[in-house]
């Protein structure tokens, strides 16, 4: 090989790996963080999201959510007179990325309160750390029954548990007539944790399967799935043959994509088909699915447009503008409210950042957020209060519960 | 089970392997011909899914005529990577060949991730979203369009690697470029082709895909992983017996699921397909050689 030759290989070599890791590093938030707890000083909360990997797209609506408040807060003065900063990292959508994370913002950024990172996977890695750092973890990024009892900082946002998640949907049924109720349900769930507690409760509550037998429907069809098939057509087909009444699909946001084309493409045409694993359908990409996305139910915490959410009408407006689909996800409320939470706890206790203080006037007190007016239970969960909606031909509606109702629900799916 | 049950996924796996031999082709041509790991694939694809996307979703162009130009693009693009980079690792071993192309593959996602986020992704597809009734089965359009266009460009390369002057070149480079040298072939100017040609069918892979499934510019490792799955099982460098490979991964993998839970659908299709290698080493060719 001549000289000129070897030197153009690895010029070549190096610019490309070079740039992939200049471009690696472009992800990475690295707002500086607040070490000195001077009373002048800026209050400083850490948090990870997965701003890239499989959970990139929740993450996002999280993402705004925050610069939303913080932007909000820090306009009005900051809370109890001081500014309000984020360290925001991205965990790339691994649990072993987020703990080690958590441990920087614990030990390296030295922040005051945590916030919790997206989705049970992930969340449930880092609250032992949280935990044995004894500072509060508000938690808007994932719902675990189990996981909150046996935290003692953890302070959760969402309005309802991973055991609740198709709550809505069966408390909907309850108001139909007896002849309109599901006699057989199909559900298929993807091999996650937090999807699995969905379809199978905790200590013998909660869960698709019992609220089903609670109700007398039929279990005909009980299927798992790997979150990276690419492929759920047999599944589906398997449903089809089933003729089930009612779908329950208890996925993430990818592959509930796939999973409405696939019921589509199969011209399987339940009465009910919700995707009850997640907040969808006020998702970015569910108008592109057409037709397949079409009355297809979902569950989530808040919708704008109703009274007594104070603040989500402006963060929907906000995250509507910055990614032009109108109605915020349930992920922006709850990310929304859990700045909420801490603004409240911190002015209703004269400013402190103890985290026991904290979690005592947390427990005794309630707050108005985004996700309505809240109260606590011993194990920082919130009591059940969901919304379910329907997107229709007209967008998302809101469907339950009926005092909320913008429409009337419209089956059978096609 | 009904036997509408088992026809309906039958069709649905050869529908869904026209898809995985249209992801492949690409792949098998580079590596098969130039010995290229070009572990960048995967994101070319899934950057053509993006871009096919934004001309049809994002500026409402027609799906069907927005598939040459995204593909024309890309044989664009690979003429300059090869002459960027490719052609100067040529003599290089392997690691650094694929380091390289590792470095394209986080350059590639990254302006992706710039340019349209991290997003899941749907074409809306207007026309081609329809559902076809025959008899007791339905099958979607879109997949119906993807898998005979899959078909037909994979038949028409087989056709022209096998009955072409240029074809009967491409071989020759794919069996020694040395002698392919000797004989008069150009074979700088000829692999640099190959190359663009071999970006373009993975764009055309990137196009299929993008008609049939939602997709994000950060989950691209799967697709690599089943692309490599196909080319495996065909053996290198037949355009045929790629497209064979795909029809047969896609039917296993929607009929298993049909018999057994569905769970358990992906460890008995690489158990089928380990046994099968095991069976026939170089794949459905079963020869130690290249045809092309």
Known sequence: MNIARKWRTRLVTSLAVGSALVLALVGCSTDSGSSEPADDSPIVIGATLGLTGVFSG??????LAYEYWLDQVNAAGGIDGREVQMVLYDDESNPTVAQQLYQRLINEDKVDVLFAPYTTAVGGAVVPIAERAGILMINPGFVGKEIQGQASLLVSTWPYQ???????????LDTLPAADMPKTMAVITAQNPFTLAALDGFDGTGGALNYAKERGIDVVVNEQYDQTATDLSSLIETVKASNADLLIALSLPNDAALIARTVNEAGYNPEFYCQCGSQVTSLPNWPDLGEAGINVFASTSAYPGQDGFPGLQEVSDYIAEKTGVPGAPAYS??????????????????????????????????????????????????????????????GNQVIWPTELATADAVFPLR | MNIDTIVQAFANGLLLGGVYGGLAIGLSLILGVLRIVNIAHSVIIIFAGLLYWQLVTGFGLDP??????????????????HRGMAQQLAREDNSTVMLAFFGLLVVLESIAVMIWT???RTVALGYLANVIELGPISVPLTRVVAALITVGVLVGLHFFLTRTLTGSAIRGLSQNPDVASMVGIDVTRLSRRVFAAGIAFAAFGGVVLAMTQSFNPQEHYRWLAWAFLVVILGGLGSALRTLIAGLIVGVIETMVGIFIPFQYTYLVLYGILAVALLVRSEGLSGAKQRII
Request: charged share 15%; glycine share 8%; proline share 2%.
């Open chain 1, 58 to 63: 929740p993450s996002a609506g999280y993402q």
């Open chain 1, 162 to 172: 991973d055991i609740e998640y198709s709550l809505g949907m069966f408390e909907f």
């Open chain 1, 333 to 394: 409320a709850v990310a929304y409210a859990a700045g909420q939470v801490l603004q409240q706890a911190i002015e209703g206790t004269d400013g402190s950042l103890d985290a026991q203080v904290l979690r005592e006037y947390i427990a005794t007190h309630s707050f108005d957020t985004a996700v309505g007016t809240i109260t606590y239970n011993e194990d920082g969960t919130i009591d059940f209060r969901q919304v379910l909606l329907q997107y229709q031909d007209s």
């Open chain 2, 64 to 81: 069907l005529a927005m598939i040459l130009p995204v593909v024309a693009l890309a044989y664009l693009f690979g003429l300059v990577v």
């Open chain 2, 118 to 120: 991290t997003d899941t």
